[in-house]
């Protein structure tokens, strides 16, 4: 991935949080086969196909794009639409053609081949590759644990592709639990559950991201267990990724536990120095920053200060690549120029939990979804309010750790099983969703300054 699509991908993912708040996801797909082509201090350009830009180039849809941009650049900077050069109709229509017969959800840019080994996922990547090379003959099923940013998605990802590229007939199928959920709803409202069901059973490798997930969806859960049950008498190969343990999954049945169990568990603990320092390399380096153009001082700075989590990491190489492509005609990205674009995020100072309490964070969730602090603690049942409002009801509870009853209070006299399902709900939407991770990340980070 170059640099352009880079920083076009966190764009996107703004855009859509901007849509889902706006209820107009259904645009987001106008957006699938579109391409930042140009960045400059003062445009973006993207370019989509000719009828892409029938439907983007709107001033409302365009303002969207624009906010997104603000938010990730922290620029304002104005997007222009075009058309690619090689656009027509039929292109259009063949594309998505092809899209519906690969359907297997792999991403593509997940293998083996970029994924760094350390101390930390020597024994995930060892497992996850030996199940790749002998699907259905080594581990079954395999689960891989973690926290969170820690490469579980890339390594259940990997094994797909693997497979893939090695053994043209097998087929595969990765899903988040999540997805598995949404579709055995609709399937069910639909009266297609047979053919889910059979859908599913016909894979040679089920890869399912997320499992806790199914915490407390019962049918769910019961359909999940049917299909686990006749991929693993059939020597079909399973992998799983959880955020803990299977016998530590709350809510799920003890026959699905049991059968977890039944397989290998292998975890993803947190990354050392040395692995943050070689991924970082890695990844700076398929942005084409080759090692002569980037200090190594830079590269430790960056490890040292942001290795929790692997996406911080690329959230710090975004903002690096972002300053050296625009705002310095430099060839060479040296410490002071890291620390100017690391300048506003301020990772050794943060405020301390003892100076937040509930009205910070309701203004800081109010600032940035753009509301008032009155809305926020209103009982406006508008979408984006009370999502706004659960978010700054999650967030005062992991921060400040104070009892759900004085939440409520809090909040303009709110019950405490309000404030205990906006929390559970939060919560399980920041596990299950990129967006709503960014989200909260994001906040939290504006309360650290
Ligand atoms: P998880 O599913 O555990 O939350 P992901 O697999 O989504 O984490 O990883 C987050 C990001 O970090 C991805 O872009 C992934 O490519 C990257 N990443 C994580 N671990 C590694 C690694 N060992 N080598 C290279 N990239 C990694
Ligand atoms: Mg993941």
Redesign the pocket.
């Known amino acids: 991935m170059d640099a352009l699509n880079f920083i076009y991908q966190q764009i996107k993912d703004e855009i859509n949080n901007i849509l889902i708040l706006e209820k107009k996801e259904e645009l987001f797909s106008y957006f699938d086969n579109t391409q930042l082509t140009q960045l400059n201090d003062n445009y973006a350009t993207i370019a989509t196909s000719y009828l892409g830009k029938i439907i983007l180039d709107k001033d409302d849809i365009k303002e969207i794009i624009n906010s997104a941009i603000k938010k990730v650049l922290k620029k304002d900077i104005l997007c222009k639409i075009v058309t690619t050069t090689n656009d027509d109709y039929a292109n259009d229509i063949n594309n998505e053609l092809i899209e519906k017969e690969l359907n297997d959800n792999l991403l593509p840019e ?1 293998t083996f081949d ?5 101390p930390s ?1 020597k024994q995930a990547r060892m497992a996850a590759h030996a199940c790749a090379v002998s699907p259905g003959q080594s581990f079954n099923p395999l689960i891989i644990y ?10 259940l990802n990997a094994i797909g592709n693997y497979v893939k590229a090695h053994d043209k007939e097998k087929k595969v199928l990765c899903i988040s639990s999540m997805n598995f959920v949404n579709e055995v709803v609709k399937a069910i409202n639909n009266n297609t559950i047979e053919e889910y069901k059979s859908q599913l059973n016909s894979v040679d490798i089920l890869l399912v ?1 997320d499992i806790q997930f199914l915490s407390g969806k019962r049918k769910s859960e019961e359909i999940f267990f049917n299909i686990y049950y006749e991929l693993f008498n059939n020597r079909k190969q399973i992998v799983l ?1 959880s955020d803990r343990p299977p016998a530590e999954i709350k809510d799920i049945e003890n026959r699905l536990k049991t059968r977890l169990s039944q397989g290998l568990s292998v975890t ?1 603990s947190s990354l050392e120095y040395e ?1 943050a320092y070689q ?1 970082l390399k ?2 700076l380096k398929m942005h084409g920053i080759e090692d002569g153009c980037i200090d190594d001082d830079v590269i430790s700075f960056m490890a040292t200060n942001f290795s929790s989590d ?2 911080n990491l ?1 959230g710090a190489i975004n903002r690096l690549l972002f300053y050296s492509i625009n705002l310095f005609e430099t060839k060479k990205i040296d410490l002071s120029l890291a620390l100017e674009a690391f300048k506003d995020q301020d990772f050794t100072t943060g405020r301390g939990k003892d100076l937040l309490n509930v009205d910070i964070i309701v203004k800081a969730v109010a600032d940035y979804y753009n509301l008032t602090e009155k809305q926020i603690k209103s009982k406006s049942r508008t979408k984006n309010i009370s999502t706004a409002r659960h978010i700054a009801m999650y967030l005062s509870r992991k921060i400040l750790d104070i009892s759900y009853d004085k939440i409520g209070e809090e909040f303009g006299g709110k019950d405490h099983t309000t404030v205990i399902n906006a929390y559970e709900k939060i919560e399980n939407l920041v596990k299950t969703n990129e967006i709503y991770k960014k989200i909260i990340t994001d906040i939290e980070k504006t309360l650290s300054k």
């Open positions: 997940f970029n994924f760094v080994v350390g996922n973690g926290n969170s940013g820690l490469g579980k998605t890339h390594l991201d990724t993803i692995t991924i890695l990844k692997v996406r690329e």
